[in-house]
């Protein structure tokens, strides 16, 4: 009996030495590649198992590179992980290579940190497709995603921790995306922009188009995070594929009219200080300030000859297509022509017109440079009774006057008031 309960007690105390030992005695498999001279003295010394002579050589070393790798692999076979790992670091300062990361992932293997080994064996596969390594990212995936999901199925009740062991679990799984869907959510309703970003540009079936709420929460937090063009293209996506929703139309026209308005500012700056304003800047500026209407407009094509080489081509299409800009009889639309009083009240009276605006002044306004019978003046007559624009102190009009730029952003302001006025 007294044997028996000796056999047992011995059985048990070895159990517990290499449960305590175990995570450092895994085998160490040595890796050789192109950074290094295979034939050298040193790596056939560690090859045969000569740690000691393998240790006395390196540490002689004059090349750094070799040192340093040499002693890490040196150190890792004597199981002095907190040795192998300082020189693993040290030979990475000197060069990245698969020889190191995969020396460095077999250190934190033994060291019982599963994560920063797959981390490792990871960077090891970018150098080098190793068959081995391979496997073994696999098998630590599969641990590790295991554990990790027995503990996200407990924490239903507590967000926090659960968001935490998510953002694990994609570490070490990215394919989860069931998980990596839900910890979308979670980031866009805490403010999250940034990682909304970048957990969504982790969805891996990307042939295969997220939920719809996901898709929504990912274009929102791009343009939060001013990611303009971006957003819209996301929108403008979401918009193709649920015409019907208003939420969506709203958000595209809105953000379309962010981005022209920012690619527009790019060209005009200080433009009230502008002592003139040529016609591809006032189409510009009137898309920019009412796009959501003019986008509404019928349109209809028109040859424009000129405009190819036009920062302002794709607003002057919009704004000559709805008609609300003319062009030539030789149709060119001169995009770098000052724009006259006469013009701008023409231009004015069109875009009321075509939102829908009645204009019917009937007040006969006395104009002095304006015959009764020139075939502008009843425009001119409706612009000026709505003070879009304005006579001078004598009455006149002086239709040939170019436009300035503080004169364009005040007819803008009035314009914005009329139609805002409409609508109310």
């Not at 929504?216 to 015409?243: I, V």
């Amino acid at each position: 009996m007294k044997k028996r309960t000796i056999f047992f007690v011995s059985l048990l105390m070895i159990l517990v030495f290499f449960q305590f030992c175990g995570k450092n005695t895994l085998p160490v498999k040595l890796f050789v590649d192109n950074t290094i001279n295979i034939q050298n003295e040193g790596w056939n010394l560690l090859q045969n198992g000569k740690i000691e002579k393998a240790k006395d050589y390196f540490d002689k070393s004059k090349d750094e590179y070799e040192k340093y790798s040499g002693l890490a692999y040196v150190y890792l076979e004597l199981n002095n992980i907190g040795k192998a790992k300082e020189y693993f670091l040290k030979a990475l300062d000197i060069k990245e290579s698969f020889l190191l990361y995969s020396g460095l992932a077999q250190a934190e293997e033994k060291a019982g940190d599963k994560v920063k080994a797959l981390d490792y064996y990871r960077e090891a596969l970018n150098f080098y497709k190793d068959s081995y390594i391979q496997a073994k990212v696999n098998s630590l995936e599969g641990e590790l995603s295991e554990k990790l999901l027995l503990k996200i199925e407990k924490t239903k009740k507590n967000s926090d921790k659960r968001e935490k062991l998510i953002k694990e679990l994609l570490d070490v799984s990215p394919a989860s995306e069931k998980y990596r869907i839900e910890l979308i959510g979670y980031l866009f309703y805490k403010g999250d922009y940034a990682g909304v970003i970048k957990y969504y540009n982790g969805l891996l079936n990307k042939e295969n188009k997220p939920d719809e709420k996901t898709r929504l929460y990912y274009a929102k937090s791009l343009y939060k995070t001013g990611l303009y063009k971006s957003a819209l293209t996301e929108m403008e996506d979401l918009y193709r594929d649920y015409p019907d929703d208003q939420e969506y139309e709203n958000l595209y026209y809105e953000w379309r009219a962010k981005v022209e308005s920012l690619k527009i500012n790019e060209y005009i700056k200080d433009i009230k200080d502008k002592e003139k304003i040529v016609r591809e800047e006032v189409a510009a500026l009137l898309y920019s300030d009412f796009n959501n209407y003019i986008d509404r407009l019928n349109k209809k094509s028109v040859i424009i000859l000129d405009i190819d080489d036009s920062w302002a081509k794709n607003f002057i299409i919009k704004l000559v297509f709805t008609g609300i800009m003319k062009i030539e009889d030789n149709h060119t639309f001169n995009p770098e022509k000052p724009v006259t009083k006469m013009e701008m009240a023409t231009i004015s009276y069109n875009l009321l017109k075509k939102v829908g605006i009645k204009l019917h002044n009937k007040e006969r306004l006395y104009i002095r440079d304006i015959p009764v019978y020139h075939i502008k003046r009843r425009i001119i007559e409706n612009i000026v009774a709505l003070n879009i624009m304005k006579l001078d102190n004598k009455n006149n009009f002086n239709p040939l006057k170019i436009i300035t730029g503080r004169e364009i952003l005040d007819i803008l302001e009035k314009l914005k008031y009329i139609l805002e006025t409409d609508e109310n």
